[in-house]
């Protein structure tokens, strides 16, 4: 299984404080190109916003897609690769509600500095962010340093809180009977110091929510989850198929020494590329290949887009794990990677800890899709473009039935009869949804008659995936610098 991958509470408003006060050149505002009809064509481009009709269902284009790219090559697995998602029943059109306007020469000449304080970039990041949802979010994807991380050991008594209430939970006797035949790789004291990484995971509530209860069920989803994405699958073993997880720490047919694996978006002149730039081989046969980035860990972590963020969410860098992808195979991050996918939210998904906890609350029109509280929904955020939405239960999908209710067994969690288990029928997460939370900054192109060349000076938030992170500090800064050059930043 591959990984890749907030809602705006106000309008951007002028950066009156920020820029100087100059006249506006000549420049007029950039305005967005309208589709000639509702229905998708071949030979039409659309804007960022552009919603249009095909094959009876409706699509929004998430950034510029060119002629000829047609919302029938969304790739479920990795649907964040086209530039349309699906929408529910909308007015199409191209009325650049929300749309990124085009502008065929957007910088004509060189526009004056502008001069910003980064104080106020950092007042502007905050006031962006500052809605529950986002807050939420920010505070459950907390880490600890790696110094702390690294000192974890079992039974040690400095151990975080969260790490005592999973030794509780799990001892290194009940690891061995959970996970018999997995991978040497996998260690109880790495599962240990996963959990240590992320210290939201199986924490106190102070709001009246049963910690251990959650941690519980956190425990019995995540076997389960184990069992279907790293399992040996064996039915004639005589350990039951759901204590045959983490058999698998590589992805097989793989190995370290092959190289270009999963590498399709390592091009230097992509922002792909260059957000996540690929690492090579220093020497040998494949000296100056890109390694690769095939699926490693208890989550199989696949392609560069996902090292890089998951290396940046570990080490403060994304080259760490871009230069060292076997380190998320040899080391305690093969566990750490699940985790770090339990804690990310893949808007418009929810995060699987948000869903566990009970923090996500589906709103109307989640229930109208069948997304509603219960184990079935974690596969569809795990994998529901493959295993959900179909009239039946696929066959993966019921293995990890099975495999929860057994795990749920173990760990003494209760699975009322009205749990949805399963996702046949279940429609995938949309923005429509409670869970839909845009993470990620882009420019801001209101047209600001006040300012430099009319320009905003800022970023906003959008749903689509970009270089900058609004889950990452300081990317708001990076954004604002990327997108308007004449900007010098001023302590």
Request: proline share 9%; charged share 15%; net charge negative.
């Amino acid at each position: 299984m591959h990984t890749p991958a907030l809602l705006s509470t106000a309008l951007l408003v002028a950066l009156a404080s920020a820029a100087p006060a100059h006249a506006a050149p000549s420049e007029q505002p950039r305005t967005a190109t309208a589709a000639a009809s509702d229905t998708w064509s071949p030979t039409q481009t659309y804007t960022a916003g552009c919603v249009v009709i095909f094959q009876g269902r409706y699509f929004k284009a998430k950034w510029w897609a060119d002629a000829g790219q047609s919302p029938a090559q969304i790739d479920p697995a990795q649907p964040w690769l086209s530039p349309w998602e699906e929408i529910a029943k909308t007015t199409p059109g191209c009325d650049g509600g929300g749309g990124t306007p085009v502008d065929p020469d957007p910088h004509p000449d060189p526009l004056e500095p502008v001069q910003i304080p980064l104080s106020t970039l950092r007042a502007d990041e905050a006031r962006l962010t500052d809605f529950p949802l986002m807050q939420q979010t920010l505070a459950s994807i907390r880490t600890l340093p790696n110094a702390e991380v690294e000192a974890v050991q079992p039974l040690r008594q400095a151990n975080p809180e969260n790490v005592r209430r999973v030794e509780a939970l799990i001892s290194n006797e009940q690891f061995e009977f959970l996970f018999p035949l997995r991978a040497p790789e996998y260690t109880y004291r790495g599962f240990l110091q996963a959990f240590a990484k992320f210290p939201a995971i199986c924490a106190t509530y102070a709001d009246g929510r049963d910690s251990n209860a959650v941690c519980r069920k956190t425990l019995a989803t995540m076997v389960a989850h184990f069992a279907q994405e790293t399992g040996g699958h064996d039915a004639h073993s005589a350990i039951p198929e759901w204590r045959q997880a983490l058999v698998h720490v590589r992805e097989m047919g793989w190995s370290e020494d092959r190289a270009g694996g999963y590498a399709g978006e390592c091009n230097p002149s992509t922002w792909q590329g260059q957000t996540w730039p690929c690492g090579t081989f220093a020497d040998g046969p494949n000296a100056g290949r890109y390694k690769s980035y095939f699926g490693r860990g208890a989550k199989q972590l696949s392609y560069n887009y996902n090292y890089g963020p998951f290396s940046d969410a570990m080490f403060g860098t994304v080259r760490t794990l871009l230069d060292r992808p076997d380190l998320v195979a040899d080391t305690w991050l093969n566990l750490a990677s699940a985790a770090f996918f339990y804690m990310y939210p893949q808007p418009p998904k929810p995060s699987m800890m948000h869903v566990i906890d009970g923090s996500w609350q589906p709103n109307a029109h989640d229930v109208g899709n069948g997304l509603v509280p219960g184990f079935g929904v974690t596969t569809q955020i795990i994998n529901g473009g493959v295993e959900c939405g179909g009239s039946s239960e696929h066959l993966q999908s019921q293995n990890r039935i099975t495999y929860y209710k057994a795990a749920a067994q173990y760990f003494n969690v209760p699975v009322p009869g009205n749990e949805v288990l399963g996702c046949k029928g279940m429609k995938q997460f949309d923005e429509g949804g409670a869970g839909a939370l845009p993470i990620y900054w882009e420019e801001n192109y209101d047209w600001v008659p006040g300012n430099v060349g009319g320009r905003s000076y800022q970023c906003k938030l959008v749903t689509y995936q970009t270089p900058y992170s609004a889950l990452k500090p300081a990317d708001y800064v990076n954004c604002v610098i990327d997108k308007f050059p004449n900007v010098e930043v001023v302590e």
